[in-house]
């Protein structure tokens, strides 16, 4: 061989090389441009999705709040009227004690009163009622004057045993089911 057609066989194969290189760069640069692509689509993906569940999240956070939001001023609403049902239900029983009914009603007071502790008993109320009491008890009247809306309370003489039937302890005992009522 000459030493021309060395050079040129030597040239050839360089060139040849260099072709394979170049297509191997080629192909290695479309494949890490195919990875990138496909790695951003990836990293896209996930940013919409975790965006749309942050922002359902917090959707649901909003609805909730505002759920319970409303909720407690419904519970305020009705608290204030049941609360404004409590006061009327109150100034109703003191105009009670002004009608003719309420001698008849602390009448059937003393006599529970009476089955209740025994004949020997102290008898005490409003001091409104005092004329009235003093007649229906006796001698088992105390004068001693009670702040109380109307009714009486009844103790044993040794203070043992205690009946209050006062317009405000019936009204405490029985709130719930006023309330109840009211509602």
Not at 34 to 55: I, K, L, N
Not at 69 to 97: H, N, V
Not at 158 to 178: C, I, K, M, T, Y
């Amino acid at each position: 061989m000459t030493l021309e057609s060395l050079v040129e066989e030597i040239r050839r194969r360089g060139q040849a090389e260099l072709e394979s290189i170049e297509k191997a760069r080629v192909a290695e640069e479309a494949r890490l441009g195919a990875e990138r692509d496909r790695r951003v689509g990836e990293v896209q993906t996930h940013a919409t999705r975790s965006t749309e569940v942050e922002v359902a999240r917090e959707r649901a956070q909003r609805l909730a709040a505002a759920k319970l939001q409303s909720r407690k001023r419904l519970y305020g609403a009705r608290e204030q009227r049941l609360t404004a049902g409590m006061a009327e239900t109150r100034k109703l029983l003191e105009s009670y004690t002004d009608t003719n009914r309420y001698g008849p009603t602390l009448k059937r007071m003393v006599a529970v009163a009476s089955d209740t502790l025994g004949k020997q008993l102290r008898v005490r109320g409003r001091a409104e009622d005092a004329p009235l009491l003093a007649k229906l008890a006796g001698k088992t009247f105390d004068p001693t004057p009670e702040t109380i809306l109307g009714g009486l309370i009844a103790e044993t003489p040794d203070g043992a045993r205690r009946l209050n039937l006062s317009f405000d302890e019936l009204l405490r005992l029985h709130e719930d089911r006023v309330r109840e009522l009211l509602a």
